[in-house]
């Protein structure tokens, strides 16, 4: 039996489980996907360890995602380029790792919006953390002509933004308005909206109508922020989609086949986020 896993410490209530076994389920595979509490003391043994362990990888989350950077020794592009890691596999025998926020972000942009192209398109991201760098690596990838980074602490979003080429900039909060006026697409990336707390403090009214405003944090399902876009006729994309579809990179590493991204599987998780979701 194939099984891979998800560590942490505490290993909080990670939703990882749920969608890797009922994929499993789903493709007939005689699998298991567990969460494996690993104390930050035992991760190194426990790496060295995986396939004795029985794991064909492993999901990486807080709070070992730096220190697995250490410990692993091959790390794909995308992980050097964007500095975190979040799923463990073995490459012809190597212990490596990949980052797969950045792709789920942008699956989940191309599922529902299949026509988008990111080619001579500006996008403006809110935040400047892990999941931003992940998700600006990935449109850069694409072929975005342009990204705007606003963030409460400018000097982290013009350290991000020098990390890449000239197509990313730093651009002041106050000057949130003019920038949106040229923007296709607007992604938050913080931390706020989550739980019934207020959004990102910005003003979408400049946003061109064919605008698509994303937004990455999923509990709420429907933050205040995608609530505003919608009020204003934007087109929107809610944060489950990204962790669904983050999650099919890791399972095809793992188990060798390509998992499909539902409306079951949806509904599966958003009722795990939501008890009232119909
Ligand atoms: N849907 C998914 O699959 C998925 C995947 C990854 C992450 N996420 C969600 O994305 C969010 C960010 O994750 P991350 O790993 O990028 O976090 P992070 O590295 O800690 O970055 C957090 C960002 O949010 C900003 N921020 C936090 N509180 C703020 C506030 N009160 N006002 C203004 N800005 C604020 C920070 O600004 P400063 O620089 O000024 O501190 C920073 O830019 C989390 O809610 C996480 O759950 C979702």
Known sequence: MKKACVIGFPISHSRSPLIHNYWLKRLGIA??????????????????HLREEGYEGCNVTIPHKEAALRLIPNLDAVVRKTGSLNTVYFDGGKLSATSTDGEGFYQNLLSAYPRFDAKAQKAIILGAGGSARA???????????????????????????????????????????SESKTATLLVNTTSQGMAGQPGPDVELSSLPSSAIVADIVYV?????LLRRAEARGLATLGGLGMLLHQAVVGFEKWFGQKPAVTEE?????ARDVDPEFR
């Open 31 to 48: 699998g298991l996907y567990e969460k494996r509490e690993v104390r930050p003391e035992q991760l190194a043994h426990f790496l060295s």
């Open 135 to 177: 998700i600006i690596e990935r449109l850069l990838r694409a072929g975005m002509a342009e990204i705007a980074i606003v963030n409460r602490t400018v000097a982290r979003a013009e350290e991000l933004a020098g990390l890449f080429g000239p197509a990313v900039r730093s651009v002041d909060p106050d000057h949130f308005d």
């Open 220 to 224: 709420p399902l429907k933050t205040e």
């Open 265 to 269: 599987l949806y509904r599966l998780v």
